[in-house]
């Protein structure tokens, strides 16, 4: 059974910080991995997704890598600003036909002006 | 275009009622994706359908959760005889999946918060 780990689960920063956030994942055999932003009582808006051939994908201030082997992925958020401060989450799909999401319980990150 | 919509955004109902939860997903997707988001819990997987049928309806808690998915488009959520335990936020998401490698990201709807007293 895939399981999906982000720690911590809570993280303040300073702004201008350039920070990393991290999830591991037990089972390789991905078919990709999804960051999402989760701001409060808010669904969930998707970020970057990373196929299980690539190992990174960039957005802006947003670089996400994947090393499917280690089953670890990280986001990295360039120079943060107060308006980065959400919860960040990471979901994988698995190989095959079956495409739902398994996810991490996310990363709640904020940014002190 | 317009996102994926829920309705309501709110729901307060007593045990043992039943509700529906309504999902409208983005036009011409084929992938429609049901979540629960508990506190403490994290986002856990309910039920997907491609098109109207349902390959994967594992994550369902127990036999009182049901959906349906009709036309290909809107889905429904019911819960029968609603527990204190079934209060969460229940997710809808979508996604256009054609097989081809980058169409599948799953776009989300705001969420129904689902209070049991």
């Known amino acids: 059974k895939q399981e999906v780990t982000q720690i911590p689960a809570a993280l303040s920063v300073p702004e201008g910080e350039n920070l990393v956030l991290n999830c591991s994942f037990t089972?390789?055999?991905?078919?990709?991995l999804q960051w999402f932003r989760q701001d409060p009582g808010k669904g969930l808006t998707s970020l970057l997704l990373i196929q299980s051939s690539q190992r990174e994908q960039t957005s802006g201030r947003l670089n996400a890598s994947l090393d499917k082997s280690s089953g670890r992925s990280t986001l990295y958020i360039a120079a943060s600003q107060p308006g980065d401060s959400a919860t960040y989450l990471c979901?994988?799909?698995?190989?095959?036909?079956?495409?739902?999401?398994?996810f991490g319980k996310g990363i709640t990150l904020s940014v002190r002006p | 275009g317009a996102g994926v919509s829920q309705s309501p955004s709110n729901k307060v109902t007593e045990k043992g009622k039943d509700v529906e939860l309504r999902c409208d997903p983005i036009?011409?997707?084929?992938?429609l994706y049901w979540y629960r988001q508990s506190l403490g819990q994290g986002l856990e997987f309910l039920i997907y359908f491609q098109g109207n049928s349902a390959p994967d309806k594992s994550g369902l808690p127990s036999d009182r959760f049901s959906a349906e998915r009709t036309g290909g488009s809107v889905s429904t959520l019911t819960i029968q005889r609603t527990q204190q335990e079934d209060s969460a936020v229940y997710l809808c998401?979508?996604?256009?999946?054609?097989?081809?490698?980058?169409?599948?990201?799953?776009?989300f709807g705001p969420g129904t918060r689902l209070t049991v007293l």
């Open positions: 998401a979508s996604s256009f999946l054609s097989g081809r490698r980058g169409t599948d990201t799953q776009y």
């Open positions: 089972d390789s055999a991905i078919y990709n």
């Open positions: 036009s011409g997707h084929t992938a």
């Open positions: 979901a994988v799909r698995p190989s095959g036909a079956n495409s739902k999401l398994t």
